[in-house]
């Protein structure tokens, strides 16, 4: 339920992130039990804060020096740029947008840069609570149909899920690696 989704907001909002966990969830439990939608909203919104803020705090500690680690050259100067351009609303519309926007790198740079730890919060928060709030009342508005269909098509929606992540996960394992290689070249 709600405590789930604290959980799996950690995980998400970390540098392994998994790409449409959280909507997914919420959505879910939002369908399931309509009443509560309000609540499984502010339960992903805490949950991915939190774990949006561990991964600030640790980029904040190593520097910018860091971004250099977890992200390629190309990209480090792209999202260092929007970052530098666009400060607060770089955090919040990444942390609007659905998969495949990617919120991480935006989160590291905000730590590594050393952008004000409140602001990175309110943005985060504010943009994370508008996704899901969104979600979840559109979910517990039109969400029964959904979930029946769901049910009705369980077993090969889950598969068809499990793939897809797994095919992300392996395509950003290599596309990392693959910089990785590059950038030791280069030296």
């Given at each position: 339920?709600?405590?789930?989704?604290?959980?799996?907001?950690l995980?998400?909002?970390?540098?392994?992130?998994?790409?449409?966990?959280?909507?997914?969830?919420?959505?879910?439990l939002?369908?399931?039990?309509?009443?509560?939608?309000?609540?499984?909203?502010?339960?992903?919104?805490?949950?991915?804060?939190?774990?949006?803020?561990?991964?600030?705090?640790?980029?904040?500690?190593?520097?910018?020096?860091?971004l250099?680690k977890?992200l390629?050259?190309?990209?480090?100067?792209?999202?260092?740029?929007?970052?530098e351009?666009?400060?607060?609303?770089?955090?919040?519309?990444?942390?609007?947008?659905?998969?495949?926007m990617?919120?991480?790198?935006?989160?590291?740079?905000a730590?590594?840069m050393?952008?004000?730890?409140?602001?990175?919060?309110?943005?985060?928060?504010?943009?994370?609570?508008?996704?899901?709030?969104?979600?979840?009342?559109?979910?517990?508005?039109?969400?029964?149909?959904l979930?029946?269909?769901?049910?009705?098509?369980?077993?090969?929606?889950l598969i068809?899920?499990?793939?897809?992540s797994?095919a992300?996960?392996?395509y950003?394992?290599?596309?990392?690696?693959?910089?990785?290689?590059?950038e030791?070249q280069?030296?």
């Amino acid at each position: 339920g709600g405590f789930g989704l604290i959980l799996l907001g950690l995980m998400d909002s970390s540098i392994i992130p998994l790409p449409g966990s959280m909507d997914i969830l919420t959505v879910w439990l939002a369908a399931r039990a309509e009443r509560f939608w309000l609540y499984y909203a502010v339960m992903a919104t805490v949950g991915s804060v939190l774990g949006g803020y561990i991964t600030y705090h640790l980029a904040r500690k190593q520097g910018k020096e860091s971004l250099g680690k977890r992200l390629s050259k190309k990209r480090m100067q792209r999202v260092t740029r929007i970052f530098e351009k666009f400060g607060f609303g770089a955090i919040v519309v990444p942390a609007i947008l659905p998969p495949p926007m990617p919120m991480v790198p935006f989160i590291l740079a905000a730590g590594a840069m050393q952008y004000s730890a409140k602001k990175f919060v309110i943005a985060f928060f504010v943009g994370r609570a508008v996704r899901f709030t969104v979600l979840a009342f559109l979910a517990a508005k039109y969400g029964g149909a959904l979930l029946k269909e769901i049910y009705r098509m369980g077993l090969p929606l889950l598969i068809a899920f499990l793939a897809v992540s797994l095919a992300t996960g392996i395509y950003f394992f290599i596309q990392r690696s693959e910089e990785h290689t590059s950038e030791l070249q280069s030296h």
